[in-house]
Protein backbone atom coordinates (compact mmCIF):
# COMPACT_ATOMS: atom_id res chain seq x y z
CA UNK A 1 0.00 0.00 0.00
CA UNK A 2 2.65 2.55 0.91
CA UNK A 3 4.76 1.83 -2.48
CA UNK A 4 1.54 2.30 -4.31
CA UNK A 5 1.06 5.30 -2.46
CA UNK A 6 4.28 6.79 -3.20
CA UNK A 7 4.41 5.72 -7.05
CA UNK A 8 1.23 8.18 -7.34
CA UNK A 9 2.97 10.35 -5.40
CA UNK A 10 5.50 10.65 -7.75
CA UNK A 11 3.49 10.92 -10.89
CA UNK A 12 1.59 13.73 -9.35
CA UNK A 13 5.01 15.83 -8.60
CA UNK A 14 6.05 15.03 -11.77
CA UNK A 15 2.38 16.41 -13.36
CA UNK A 16 2.61 19.23 -11.11
CA UNK A 17 5.86 20.38 -12.63
CA UNK A 18 4.54 20.59 -16.03
CA UNK A 19 1.42 22.59 -15.20
CA UNK A 20 2.02 26.16 -14.20
CA UNK A 21 1.67 28.14 -11.67
CA UNK A 22 0.57 30.62 -12.97
CA UNK A 23 -1.29 31.72 -16.53
CA UNK A 24 0.48 30.02 -18.90
CA UNK A 25 0.29 28.79 -22.72
CA UNK A 26 -0.35 25.02 -23.56
CA UNK A 27 1.82 23.80 -26.16
CA UNK A 28 2.67 20.82 -27.91
CA UNK A 29 5.87 20.11 -25.58
CA UNK A 30 4.01 20.31 -22.56
CA UNK A 31 0.99 18.18 -23.46
CA UNK A 32 3.55 15.16 -24.49
CA UNK A 33 5.84 16.58 -21.15
CA UNK A 34 3.01 15.67 -19.11
CA UNK A 35 2.17 12.68 -20.90
CA UNK A 36 5.72 11.09 -20.57
CA UNK A 37 5.23 11.61 -16.96
CA UNK A 38 2.61 9.55 -17.18
CA UNK A 39 -0.10 11.98 -15.96
CA UNK A 40 -3.52 10.85 -16.40
CA UNK A 41 -5.95 11.77 -19.14
CA UNK A 42 -7.80 13.52 -16.63
CA UNK A 43 -5.39 15.92 -15.25
CA UNK A 44 -4.11 16.74 -18.98
CA UNK A 45 -7.87 17.78 -19.84
CA UNK A 46 -7.63 19.97 -16.88
CA UNK A 47 -4.42 21.41 -17.55
CA UNK A 48 -5.93 22.23 -21.54
CA UNK A 49 -9.45 23.56 -19.55
CA UNK A 50 -7.89 26.03 -17.37
CA UNK A 51 -9.37 28.98 -18.32
CA UNK A 52 -6.17 30.59 -16.65
CA UNK A 53 -4.14 29.42 -19.69
CA UNK A 54 -4.35 29.63 -22.95
CA UNK A 55 -3.74 26.63 -25.78
CA UNK A 56 -1.34 27.82 -28.24
CA UNK A 57 -1.75 24.85 -30.68
CA UNK A 58 -2.92 25.02 -33.98
CA UNK A 59 -5.21 22.17 -35.84
CA UNK A 60 -2.06 20.66 -37.63
CA UNK A 61 -0.46 20.43 -34.28
CA UNK A 62 -3.13 17.82 -33.49
CA UNK A 63 -1.87 15.26 -35.71
CA UNK A 64 1.51 15.33 -33.92
CA UNK A 65 -0.26 14.63 -30.63
CA UNK A 66 -1.94 11.68 -32.35
CA UNK A 67 1.06 10.64 -33.81
CA UNK A 68 2.40 10.41 -30.14
CA UNK A 69 -0.44 8.35 -28.83
CA UNK A 70 -2.05 11.14 -26.80
CA UNK A 71 -5.54 10.41 -25.72
CA UNK A 72 -8.41 11.32 -27.93
CA UNK A 73 -10.14 13.16 -25.72
CA UNK A 74 -7.00 14.96 -24.43
CA UNK A 75 -7.00 16.02 -28.29
CA UNK A 76 -10.71 16.79 -28.21
CA UNK A 77 -10.38 19.17 -25.32
CA UNK A 78 -7.05 20.68 -27.15
CA UNK A 79 -9.35 21.15 -30.23
CA UNK A 80 -12.11 22.63 -28.29
CA UNK A 81 -9.91 25.59 -26.86
CA UNK A 82 -7.86 26.03 -30.38
CA UNK A 83 -8.55 29.65 -31.40
CA UNK A 84 -10.70 29.88 -34.41
CA UNK A 85 -8.66 31.13 -37.60
CA UNK A 86 -9.48 35.04 -38.17
CA UNK A 87 -12.12 35.31 -40.66
CA UNK A 88 -10.61 35.99 -44.51
CA UNK A 89 -12.97 38.65 -46.55
CA UNK A 90 -14.32 36.81 -49.39
CA UNK A 91 -12.82 38.47 -52.64
CA UNK A 92 -16.13 40.18 -54.26
CA UNK A 93 -16.77 39.42 -57.98
CA UNK A 94 -18.05 42.50 -59.62
CA UNK A 95 -21.29 42.40 -61.85
CA UNK A 96 -19.49 44.07 -64.52
CA UNK A 97 -16.46 41.55 -65.38
CA UNK A 98 -14.70 44.59 -67.17
CA UNK A 99 -13.79 46.24 -63.91
CA UNK A 100 -11.49 43.18 -63.31
CA UNK A 101 -9.20 44.51 -65.56
CA UNK A 102 -9.65 48.11 -64.09
CA UNK A 103 -8.32 47.14 -60.90
CA UNK A 104 -5.26 44.99 -62.82
CA UNK A 105 -4.64 48.21 -64.27
CA UNK A 106 -4.50 50.11 -61.34
CA UNK A 107 -2.85 47.42 -58.96
CA UNK A 108 -0.03 47.06 -61.88
CA UNK A 109 1.47 51.10 -60.68
CA UNK A 110 -0.52 53.09 -63.54
CA UNK A 111 -1.13 56.65 -61.86
CA UNK A 112 -4.21 57.41 -61.10
CA UNK A 113 -5.05 59.85 -63.29
CA UNK A 114 -3.90 58.11 -66.16
CA UNK A 115 -6.34 55.29 -65.10
CA UNK A 116 -9.16 57.99 -65.03
CA UNK A 117 -8.09 59.25 -68.36
CA UNK A 118 -8.59 55.82 -70.39
CA UNK A 119 -11.53 55.43 -68.96
CA UNK A 120 -13.25 58.56 -70.42
CA UNK A 121 -11.07 57.69 -73.91
CA UNK A 122 -12.78 54.23 -73.59
CA UNK A 123 -16.45 55.68 -74.27
CA UNK A 124 -17.84 53.10 -73.16
CA UNK A 125 -20.61 53.60 -70.33
CA UNK A 126 -20.76 51.67 -67.04
CA UNK A 127 -23.52 51.56 -65.11
CA UNK A 128 -22.14 50.56 -61.05
CA UNK A 129 -24.35 48.28 -59.40
CA UNK A 130 -24.07 48.04 -55.53
CA UNK A 131 -21.99 45.21 -55.77
CA UNK A 132 -19.38 46.71 -58.38
CA UNK A 133 -18.84 49.87 -55.76
CA UNK A 134 -18.04 47.80 -53.28
CA UNK A 135 -15.86 45.60 -55.45
CA UNK A 136 -13.65 48.61 -56.15
CA UNK A 137 -14.09 49.66 -52.21
CA UNK A 138 -12.55 46.28 -51.66
CA UNK A 139 -9.76 47.01 -54.18
CA UNK A 140 -8.64 50.23 -52.84
CA UNK A 141 -9.85 52.33 -56.03
CA UNK A 142 -9.37 56.25 -55.76
CA UNK A 143 -12.49 58.09 -56.02
CA UNK A 144 -11.42 59.92 -58.47
CA UNK A 145 -11.89 56.62 -60.58
CA UNK A 146 -15.04 55.69 -59.53
CA UNK A 147 -16.60 58.73 -59.89
CA UNK A 148 -15.16 58.72 -63.60
CA UNK A 149 -16.80 55.45 -64.22
CA UNK A 150 -20.09 56.93 -62.81
CA UNK A 151 -19.81 59.61 -65.58
CA UNK A 152 -20.28 57.29 -68.24
CA UNK A 153 -23.47 56.04 -67.13
CA UNK A 154 -26.82 55.99 -69.22
CA UNK A 155 -27.88 58.12 -66.56
CA UNK A 156 -25.36 60.64 -67.28
CA UNK A 157 -26.95 63.45 -69.31
CA UNK A 158 -27.04 62.51 -73.08
CA UNK A 159 -24.95 64.62 -75.85
CA UNK A 160 -27.18 65.61 -78.24
CA UNK A 161 -26.39 63.60 -81.87
CA UNK A 162 -27.37 64.37 -85.24
CA UNK A 163 -27.38 62.33 -88.57
CA UNK A 164 -25.06 60.04 -86.39
CA UNK A 165 -22.65 62.84 -85.05
CA UNK A 166 -22.31 64.71 -82.09
CA UNK A 167 -23.81 67.93 -82.24
CA UNK A 168 -21.89 71.29 -82.00
CA UNK A 169 -22.21 73.10 -78.81
CA UNK A 170 -24.55 76.41 -79.10
CA UNK A 171 -21.38 78.00 -76.51
CA UNK A 172 -19.36 77.08 -73.79
CA UNK A 173 -16.75 79.52 -72.01
CA UNK A 174 -13.77 78.12 -70.00
CA UNK A 175 -12.80 80.65 -67.60
CA UNK A 176 -9.30 80.34 -65.48
CA UNK A 177 -6.96 79.51 -68.28
CA UNK A 178 -3.66 80.78 -69.19
CA UNK A 179 -2.25 80.26 -72.50
CA UNK A 180 1.42 78.91 -72.11
CA UNK A 181 3.88 81.06 -74.30
CA UNK A 182 7.29 80.40 -75.79
CA UNK A 183 10.41 81.07 -73.45
CA UNK A 184 10.40 84.55 -74.80
CA UNK A 185 6.95 85.66 -74.57
CA UNK A 186 4.85 85.96 -71.37
CA UNK A 187 2.17 84.08 -70.42
CA UNK A 188 -1.23 85.85 -71.06
CA UNK A 189 -4.47 85.22 -68.92
CA UNK A 190 -7.79 84.47 -70.74
CA UNK A 191 -10.89 82.52 -71.89
CA UNK A 192 -11.12 80.00 -74.27
CA UNK A 193 -15.10 79.92 -75.87
CA UNK A 194 -16.63 76.89 -77.44
CA UNK A 195 -18.60 77.62 -80.24
CA UNK A 196 -19.80 75.15 -82.45
CA UNK A 197 -16.92 73.05 -83.94
CA UNK A 198 -14.82 76.72 -83.06
CA UNK A 199 -12.46 77.22 -80.21
CA UNK A 200 -11.41 81.11 -79.87
CA UNK A 201 -9.17 82.44 -77.47
CA UNK A 202 -9.84 85.79 -75.88
CA UNK A 203 -6.95 88.03 -74.08
CA UNK A 204 -7.54 89.01 -70.72
CA UNK A 205 -4.59 91.57 -71.45
CA UNK A 206 -5.07 92.52 -75.48
CA UNK A 207 -7.65 92.19 -77.89
CA UNK A 208 -4.73 92.14 -80.49
CA UNK A 209 -3.87 88.75 -79.32
CA UNK A 210 -7.16 86.72 -79.97
CA UNK A 211 -7.25 83.99 -82.15
CA UNK A 212 -9.23 81.02 -82.66
CA UNK A 213 -8.84 77.45 -84.20
CA UNK A 214 -11.18 74.54 -85.57
CA UNK A 215 -11.40 71.60 -83.60
CA UNK A 216 -12.34 69.60 -86.63
CA UNK A 217 -8.94 70.57 -87.86
CA UNK A 218 -6.72 69.02 -84.72
CA UNK A 219 -5.08 66.59 -85.02
CA UNK A 220 -4.63 65.30 -81.73
CA UNK A 221 -5.46 66.78 -78.04
CA UNK A 222 -3.64 65.66 -74.80
CA UNK A 223 -2.48 66.28 -71.43
CA UNK A 224 0.85 67.49 -69.84
CA UNK A 225 0.57 65.88 -65.95
CA UNK A 226 2.84 66.76 -63.69
CA UNK A 227 3.85 63.17 -61.02
CA UNK A 228 2.84 63.68 -57.18
CA UNK A 229 1.73 61.63 -54.86
CA UNK A 230 -0.85 59.68 -54.91
CA UNK A 231 -1.33 60.54 -58.14
CA UNK A 232 -0.71 62.46 -61.28
CA UNK A 233 -1.61 66.57 -61.47
CA UNK A 234 -2.79 67.29 -65.14
CA UNK A 235 -2.06 70.95 -64.88
CA UNK A 236 -1.96 71.64 -68.83
CA UNK A 237 -4.10 70.39 -72.11
CA UNK A 238 -2.54 70.48 -75.21
CA UNK A 239 -4.26 71.47 -79.08
CA UNK A 240 -1.75 70.09 -82.16
CA UNK A 241 -3.20 71.20 -85.61
CA UNK A 242 -2.60 69.24 -88.41
CA UNK A 243 0.10 70.37 -89.96
CA UNK A 244 0.19 73.80 -88.05
CA UNK A 245 0.32 75.35 -84.83
CA UNK A 246 0.58 74.03 -81.36
CA UNK A 247 -1.38 75.62 -78.32
CA UNK A 248 -1.37 75.11 -74.35
CA UNK A 249 -3.56 76.05 -72.11
CA UNK A 250 -2.62 75.76 -68.71
CA UNK A 251 -4.75 75.92 -65.06
CA UNK A 252 -4.83 79.30 -64.06
CA UNK A 253 -4.70 78.27 -60.30
CA UNK A 254 -2.06 75.51 -60.92
CA UNK A 255 -0.25 76.78 -58.29
CA UNK A 256 -3.22 76.47 -55.59
CA UNK A 257 -3.18 73.11 -56.60
CA UNK A 258 -6.33 72.75 -58.68
CA UNK A 259 -6.90 72.10 -62.40
CA UNK A 260 -10.81 72.03 -62.75
CA UNK A 261 -10.56 74.19 -65.65
CA UNK A 262 -8.49 72.65 -67.54
CA UNK A 263 -10.80 69.24 -67.11
CA UNK A 264 -13.52 71.07 -68.08
CA UNK A 265 -11.97 71.44 -71.20
CA UNK A 266 -10.78 68.20 -71.51
CA UNK A 267 -14.44 66.74 -70.41
CA UNK A 268 -16.10 69.23 -72.90
CA UNK A 269 -14.14 67.91 -76.05
CA UNK A 270 -14.61 64.14 -74.97
CA UNK A 271 -18.22 64.94 -74.89
CA UNK A 272 -18.66 67.14 -78.24
CA UNK A 273 -15.67 65.48 -80.61
CA UNK A 274 -15.36 61.82 -79.70
CA UNK A 275 -13.94 61.33 -82.84
CA UNK A 276 -10.91 62.83 -82.33
CA UNK A 277 -7.47 61.71 -81.25
CA UNK A 278 -7.25 62.01 -77.47
CA UNK A 279 -3.47 61.23 -76.75
CA UNK A 280 -1.97 59.47 -73.43
CA UNK A 281 -0.58 62.69 -70.79
CA UNK A 282 2.90 63.47 -70.94
CA UNK A 283 4.76 64.44 -67.98
Known amino acids: ?6 SLLAVSCLVLATVPASA ?16 PVGGMIALVNDPANTVGMSAGDLATLRQAGVSEKVIAAVWARVPAPAPTAVPLVPDDARLVDLVSLTKSGIAETIVVEQVRQDGRAYNLSVNDLL ?34 PAGITFDDLVMKNSFMKKNRPGRLVMQGDTLAWTDGNDPKENFEFKATGLEKVWFTCQARSPENFCYQINFQIVKGGHYRFQDFNRESGSNSAVLKVMDAMRAHFPQL ?3 PPES
Open 277 to 279: TYA
Open 1 to 6: MRRSLG
Open 24 to 39: DVVTVDSILTAQKAGA
Open 135 to 168: YLKQNNIAESTIVALMATSAGAPAVPVVAGKTAA
